[in-house]
């Protein structure tokens, strides 16, 4: 197994925590048995992830507790420390963290959703990602929003 394709499973990992992977490419990663030791030991143990926190709803994998562990686990391999501050600051340099409200400091068209967002636009209680370049959010059009840091100041 190769540092690649464990990073690979960790960015996977990371899309899933965030809502972004389809079902079958998860189904892939934990339904099938892995040829690489290292891959299945991974497999094994974001399966005891799930059944430590086993879903509340339907539509759920695990809890919401799992899945901060599963983000743990692929903070782990891509090498994030957990006491590592990750540094993400707006378009003025200022410093972003998870629940901060941000203004878009210009017009932005919405890929998918023809919705084009105004400048002045504030998005609540924003997220963090491990790329420190974007954040997720949820304004009033568009839910699950991912924006580049460069086009948003703290509000």
Do not use: H, Y
Request: hydrophobic share 45%; net charge negative; charged share 30%.
């Amino acid at each position: 197994m190769t540092t690649a394709e464990l990073k690979e499973a960790a960015a996977l990992i990371t899309r899933f925590v965030n809502g972004e992977t389809e079902d079958w490419e998860w189904g892939v990663l934990v339904d099938v048995p892995a040829e690489q030791p290292a891959l299945e030991a991974l497999r094994q143990e974001l399966l005891a992830v799930a059944e430590k926190n086993p879903p509340r709803g339907g539509n759920e994998w695990c809890a919401p507790d799992g899945m901060s562990a599963l983000r743990a686990i692929a903070n782990r391999i891509l090498g994030v420390a957990e006491d590592d501050d990750l540094v993400v600051k707006d378009s003025n340099g200022t410093r972003l963290a998870n629940g901060d409200s941000v203004t878009l400091i210009k017009d932005l068209p919405v890929k998918g959703a023809n919705v084009t967002l105004k400048r002045g636009t504030v998005a609540k209680n924003i997220r963090l990602t491990l790329n420190p370049e974007e954040i997720e959010c949820n304004v009033e059009k568009v839910r699950g929003l991912v924006l580049r840091v460069e086009f948003v100041k703290k509000a």
